[in-house]
Each structure stands twice: as C-alpha cells, then as structure tokens.
C-alpha cells in the first residue's frame, strides 16, 4: 500500500558528504513516520534516523548524531537524508522504511513498508 524507492547512493571518499533521497507513493496518509537505516557488509540492518511524517520529530542513532540530518519535502512526498563527514564505516546498503504504527521510530522491526536501497561506499 506504500511504496518507498531510494535514490542518491555512490561511491565517496572519506570526509565527503552525500545526499540520499526516499520517493513516498500509495498510501502515504497512513504512514506516522519514516526512517533511514544501512545494511553494512556482512552485518545486520540497522537504524540511522527517523522523522515523523509530519516532520515535526526527528530521531538519530549515535553515530549519525552531528553528521546527518533527515528531513521532508513539504511540498511532496520525499525524505531525505544528508551526510556528512562520511567514513568507511558507513558503507552499505541505505534503506527508507515507512513506519505506521507510530512508536519506536529507530526499531526496524517496527516498520511496514521498504525500498530496495541504495548502496553507499565510502573509501579511505
């Protein structure tokens, strides 16, 4: 019913910055909250950032804290995420999740809806 496609992955150098972008379509009056989380190599999915559909709450995990930024497209139906200062740490396969059920906005398990990402590398 929701449908999210990334956008904006590639390959940078350590330091750089890179703007990801998340296209929202179907269904998006039932969405509370959409969130950014990365894959990386060999490891389990985990959470980057969150905001409220509305925009008005934004929520980060640790090492995204003074980097990244996640933000809305008012005008339309596009969530972003800005990164900077990006490390070789940060590679992987960035994900937009759409979430519905309003509570635990950094809790991939809590999340409906997903893309199929867009990979990031980072190189030192």
């Known amino acids: 019913q929701v449908r999210l496609e990334e956008s904006g992955g590639g390959s940078v150098e350590a330091g750089g910055s890179l703007r990801l972008s998340c296209a929202a379509s179907?269904?998006?009056?039932?969405?509370?909250?959409v969130g950014w989380f990365r894959q990386p190599p060999g490891k389990e999915r985990e959470s980057v950032a969150a905001?409220?559909?509305?925009?008005?709450?934004?929520y980060y995990s640790e090492f995204a804290k003074g980097r990244f930024a996640i933000s809305r497209d008012n005008a339309g139906n596009t969530l972003y995420l800005d990164m900077n200062n990006l490390q070789p740490e940060d590679t992987g396969v960035y994900y937009c999740?759409?979430?519905?059920?309003?509570?635990?906005?950094?809790?991939?398990?809590?999340?409906?809806?997903w893309g199929r990402g867009t990979q990031v590398t980072v190189s030192s």
């Open positions: 905001i409220s559909w509305m925009g008005s709450r934004k």
């Open positions: 999740a759409a979430n519905e059920r309003g509570s635990d906005y950094l809790n991939p398990s809590n999340y409906d809806y």
């Open positions: 179907g269904h998006t009056s039932s969405i509370y909250a």
